[in-house]
């Protein structure tokens, strides 16, 4: 094969060719679809739009507080970012391009459950957008910063009328800063990506088994001790908070108990079940250290921590954890097992849930509510409490049922590598949820997308949980028959760059990372191959290699985001060609693509040799080359309407089989499109 | 043209194959160069190198500081960036991987010419940093993490033994936060890069006419009325004076007056010579408001206000600006008139010199050593006044022999877009310097690049400053015969890759940009637009297009680089063709950049128009491919000896010569080197 032909077809891969023509189709109708996420609840477009320019002027009425003037003046900055246009915060006299009227105030300390509600109305001469609150305010901010484009005339917002208010009240997020520690930044720009897709809950996950992160001057080992230096000053931690009220924002703290507590235990042994010594954590999985539920200093190390730390936290909720307790130094502790039997705790579940009863008196005592993972929930539970659910819409339904309010996180860890689509329909109140009443499914207050963090650093951590998030979000805010598949990845990719412009790093930070990796600013066929792999789903990726605390995370299964947009694309022009309606444009896409991958092993194998990092990639990449080989012959066989021979076909699938084991810890996504092409023409026989 | 033709042509200019060319011939050298920018004093290398995994370790000996700790946490923060291993921050115990020995302590506070060197020494199993002080040692630090790199053998640091001292003891970078105020994350960032590449002043330009950035708590009205909000607290002021005291960084403020000092007189329109009125001034350029020079009142309180000032920057040195003076307001002031000649002071410049050293004793009454830009040196300015030489070597060399001590800004103002090799040729100690006797050159203290921000938003600072000034910091560090400019230019393209990695944005924010401005996200045919162009040269940006504080700068003048890599290396091709030294590669790769050029224009004339940004660049565009065409024609005699037509020669020139003028304020790179393929061309005929 000529140079210039694979050149020709590395170009069309690298850049995404499929991803400009939808976008030129997008443009070519008069009036393109609003490029909103989460998209609103009413709509209706007007003629035109209204200039954002130099002159460009944003005004409060009515209500004021410091939020609000501090709200004007980000989305002012923000805007310079979106545009280039250089605004100042000034405040400007005469009648203002954008006039925001708000009533009145907002809970002082934010509500679950408070009006969130905004009206925006956009016309050519100016804009209005109306709320009861500051809430709803920041939130009408975001929708028009997101209706930003430009156009022949310059930036412009078009005319358009929107009333908007969610569909639940709990929309979260959950960042695990206890196994790898996330710096500020990284929290803040979360955050602020969290605003802009008007997420209302950062749920922050403090102190796990590897590591104890919030600053106590009570219990000052917990981080002196448990933390490698690693924590949150409790400084950093009202920052925090404040940051996030600013944006509309609560947060939701969480300290785990009984378990994933080894971490304490290191500073303070006496909390725990065993005999000790504890070293921090170095490994990852469910570990045995537990708290010990039969002491009394135990509930009052727990009454005065809480009492501190909700001298930070604000929120009425207060998570305290409780998953994943395997009971193995309870059941090897002769007192434990002598208090339970003098109680009559016929088992280690209602050893957790006498502990889980006399923390959540300490947390009431604290004048919080108390929330925590399915395994909280007991018959005699609080009604208050709050069940965040990771065993799936069953338990999240019982919960309900029982009274209690719960969210659902199941569907929604953006940790197991799974797709957009899979987060997006995932539905709180789909499956078990949709056969609870009224009543019950009010209960059902939303739900939290959950990054746990076994396999991110705070380099690649925005890669996971963006722009991904950003559909759960959508998931959470607009209306339950919102679910076109096809219309959601095509806003999720507009608001995706919004997001990157806005500080987030999921799209930047591959380049580096496999410049780093490949010791060459030149990484054109290591992106061809990455295009073409995800990492493992769910669980698989610890099983395949072992890792620990330790484990850099600077390999290619780190680099690539969760979801290969090249790789779906292709998936769905192969679903085209196999259902037979494919057109030749995208036979010769289809053929580009596999032709690339085919192609790139030869360029790619020398250059994987240059560092121990690329080196694994070597069967890999093969393996790419092999597999888009197959599925070249089967969409040769199927354009010409050619029959496959039986025994090709046979080998074909075997070669398949082979190839969709994971290698260096990765997928390769050519293969599942690969073999739908070799079934269709192995198919083609019988016709 | 087949499309095919075309997007290899479009491919092989993306992903500038020259410089994957030259990585390659790089690594093919048994001992491949070090990568250090700038290059030390002495290196000898060893064989083999340092391994750099997840069991590295730094420990600190001999003299401690919380700096040095400081230090240390961000050395293994840099390189786990770098490396993506996990490093955590606690104290271990055993031999080091990494040991830093120093001495003794730095100064309190940062001083001039205080020691800097240091002795780095690595072999197979460990390190070894040497240094008499904290200074030293971090500057070693840095060394060591510039010569970081993957290997077949994982991460390590080449064997080698380095002593190394700079050249210069003042080695700055000015930033001008008057004109476009600049947030504190964009100074982080770079002081961030200084530290990097060992510069060691952070010159802080913090008033002008524009704005008035830096908070007077005995003047408030000075930001209150002069700084549309945008200006630093007295914490923020302190917060960069530490940081940068972390990265071995000494802060010199200026307060530039008697001129510059229109945003002053908002707020105090007393210490004016006119009558005011005064608003923000919005427009560029030499304005007339200059400050009173014969009132008691306003020395009262530029005494006043440089005592405040001293509280918050502790440096030696307070620069007092002094350029610039029109004098316009002086004349039209009779009371100013009377003034001079009562005291016989002949002209404007002798009112300047009168006003100038009333002030050099209000500083000096503070404890600080005067410091401004050329004009403030007259012959009575007493000796340790400080030159800052914006006029050229001979001002600086005049400085010199009349005994004070002077640093040369001439040829490093980063803001006029010259190439790196212009800055990187210009020495403090050639020209004029180089007449000085050995006595007066120690005068000659070093260098600073300067930033003026007319044309640059926070967005794009980063682009203007970096890489360019890693050469000017090279300059000034490393022995004057360290000059070969193409290992300037492999090097400091690595080093560009690392400040990035540090979080610069110098490189990643042209896409974006780019991506804004066309409203999409496939922005590949601009790039090759872009790949072809730069921002005029001096001060033409200005004459071209009118600008001032409001304009947006948003257009692709402000998003492409001051140098194109692109159009450097095709330069170079055309002139090793034009030599007549070129192989049928380099024919091929002249070749392949100008139908690029020559097609490109086809491709994004319709993508133009969709926004008005980007419909001025049409014509630029249809002119790229017009020369480029020219280009293609000529390399075609030249490489085959064909005689180029006299009539075809004369219109090619003409074209050129019309294409050569700046259009949508750009300059249009190609233009220089198919000149040079013409004539030579042309020239053939006379063989």
Chains 1, 2 share one sequence.
Not at 128 to 140: D, E, I, K, Y
Not at 412 to 434: C, I, M, R, T
Not at 443 to 453: C, D, F, K, P, T
Request: glycine share 8%.
């Amino acid at each position: 094969m000529g140079q210039g032909k694979f050149l020709r077809v590395v170009f069309l891969g690298i850049l995404s060719l499929a991803a400009f023509l939808e976008v030129s189709a997008a443009q070519s109708q008069s009036q393109p679809s609003l490029q909103l996420m989460p998209m609103p609840l009413h709509v209706a477009r007007g003629e035109g739009g209204l200039k954002i320019d130099s002159n460009f002027t944003v005004a409060l009425e009515g209500f004021k507080e410091a939020r609000l003037e501090s709200a004007r003046k980000r989305f002012l900055g923000t805007l310079s970012r979106e545009t280039g246009i250089p605004y100042h915060f000034e405040a400007t006299s005469g009648e203002a391009s954008l006039t925001v009227k708000t009533s009145g105030a907002s809970d002082a300390v934010q509500t679950v459950g408070e009006e969130e509600s905004y009206r925006l109305e956009v016309t050519q001469t100016h804009a209005v957008l109306t709320a009861p609150n500051p809430l709803g305010a920041m939130h009408g901010l975001q929708t028009f910063l997101q209706l930003v484009t430009i156009t022949p005339e310059g930036y412009s917002v078009p005319a358009v009328t929107i009333e908007d208010e969610p569909r639940f009240p709990w929309r979260g997020l959950m960042i695990d800063s206890g196994r790898h520690f996330q710096p500020m930044d990284v929290l803040e720009r979360n955050l602020d990506g969290m605003e802009a897709v008007k997420l209302n809950v950062f749920h922050w996950h403090l102190s796990e088994n590897q590591g104890f992160r919030a600053e106590s001057k009570i219990y000052p080992s917990l981080t002196g001790k448990g933390s490698d230096g690693d924590y949150y000053t409790q400084a950093q931690m009202r920052d925090i908070v404040e940051y996030a009220h600013d944006r509309g924002i609560r947060v939701v703290p969480e300290f785990d108990m009984p378990c994933h507590t080894t971490a304490w235990f290191v500073g303070y042994p006496d909390l725990a079940s065993g005999k000790g010594p504890y070293k921090i954590e170095r490994k990852w999985g469910i570990m045995d250290p537990a708290m010990d539920p039969t002491r009394e200093s135990t509930f009052e190390f727990i009454g005065k921590f809480i009492g501190e730390m909700t001298t930070i936290f604000p929120d009425a909720y207060f998570h305290v954890g409780g998953d994943e307790c395997n009971g193995k130094e309870w059941d090897a502790n002769p007192r434990i097992k002598e208090f339970m039997r003098a109680h009559g705790l016929k088992d280690n579940a209602a050893l957790q849930s006498y502990f889980t009863a006399r923390v959540e008196k300490l947390v009431a005592a604290n004048h919080r509510i108390m929330e925590g993972w399915d395994e909280v929930l007991a018959p005699s539970t609080p009604k208050d409490v709050l069940i965040q659910s990771w065993r799936g819409p069953k338990a999240l339904a019982a919960a309900a049922r029982q009274g209690n309010r719960g969210i659902l996180s199941t569907g929604y860890y953006v940790d197991l590598n799974q797709s957009a689509e899979e987060h997006y329909l995932a539905d709180p109140l789909a499956g078990e949820g949709a056969t609870l009443t009224d009543e019950e499914k009010k209960r059902v207050l939303g739900g939290e997308a959950a990054m746990w963090s076994e396999f991110v650093s705070y380099e690649n951590i925005d890669s996971r949980i963006w722009p991904r998030t950003a559909a759960i979000a959508e998931r959470l805010w607009s209306a339950q028959d919102v679910r076109d598949v096809n219309s959601m990845y095509a806003r999720m990719g507009v608001v995706s760059d919004k997001l990157e412009a806005y500080g987030l790093t999921h799209q930047s930070v591959t380049r580096p990372m496999l410049q780093r990796m490949s010791g060459s600013a030149d990484t054109r066929y290591l992106a061809v191959l990455a295009s073409a792999v995800q990492p493992p789903l769910g669980y698989e990726r610890g099983e395949l290699k072992e890792y620990d605390w330790y484990s850099p995370l600077n390999h290619l299964v780190d680099a690539v985001p969760p979801e290969s947009e090249t790789a779906r694309k292709f998936k769905n022009v192969i679903a085209v060609i196999v259902a037979g309606n494919a057109t030749p444009q995208q036979y010769q896409e289809a053929k580009d693509q596999l032709t690339l991958w085919r192609d790139n092993d030869a360029m790619l194998q020398p250059l994987l040799r240059r560092s121990d990092i690329t080196a694994e990639l070597a069967p890999l990449s093969q393996s790419l080359s092999q597999v888009s080989a197959i599925g070249l012959r089967a969409l040769d066989d199927l354009q010409n309407r050619r029959v496959a021979d039986a025994s090709t076909t046979q080998s074909d699938i075997q070669t398949l089989k082979a190839a969709e084991k994971p290698q260096a810890v990765l997928r390769n996504m050519a293969v599942a499109p690969v073999e739908m092409l070799v079934q269709a023409a192995a198919g083609a026989k019988q016709k």
